[in-house]
């Protein structure tokens, strides 16, 4: 399985972006979904994610209510709507998925085998 991260870029602050994980070699359907996120200088951070087929999508607390996890089976693409973005958000996302997923591991960096290439979203004050 081959994940493409894309759709990063340059936004003002209070703006939107939407990024897409576009997933290939097979359906991810049966697969664990998530978007992490790395800072500068700082770990990777779980954004949010579902560990397993018709599981829930959970979010981290600091992009409740302002990010949106959906999936298009039929392009086998995730995507990321991230809304009223502000400098805090500013990272290298990447998508990753895992077949092995249990949710206790959801937010779990190493519980993921597969890795998209990251793409940079920059958020100007």
């Known amino acids: 399985v081959q994940l493409q991260a894309s759709g990063g870029g340059l936004v003002q602050a209070g703006g939107s972006l939407r990024l897409s994980c576009a997933v290939s070699?097979?359906?991810?359907?049966?697969?664990?979904m998530a978007w992490f996120r790395q800072a500068p200088g700082k770990e990777r951070e779980f954004v949010g994610g579902w560990h397993r087929r018709g599981g829930t999508t959970i979010y981290t607390d600091s992009v409740k209510g302002r990010f949106t996890i959906s999936r298009d089976n039929a392009k086998n693409t995730v995507y990321l709507q991230m809304n009223n973005l502000g400098p805090e958000d500013t990272a290298v996302y990447f998508c990753a998925a895992s077949r092995t997923l249990i949710l206790s591991s959801l937010r779990v960096p190493s519980a993921f085998n597969y890795w998209g290439q990251g793409t940079l979203v920059t958020v100007s004050s």
């Open positions: 070699g097979g359906p991810f359907s049966g697969y664990g």
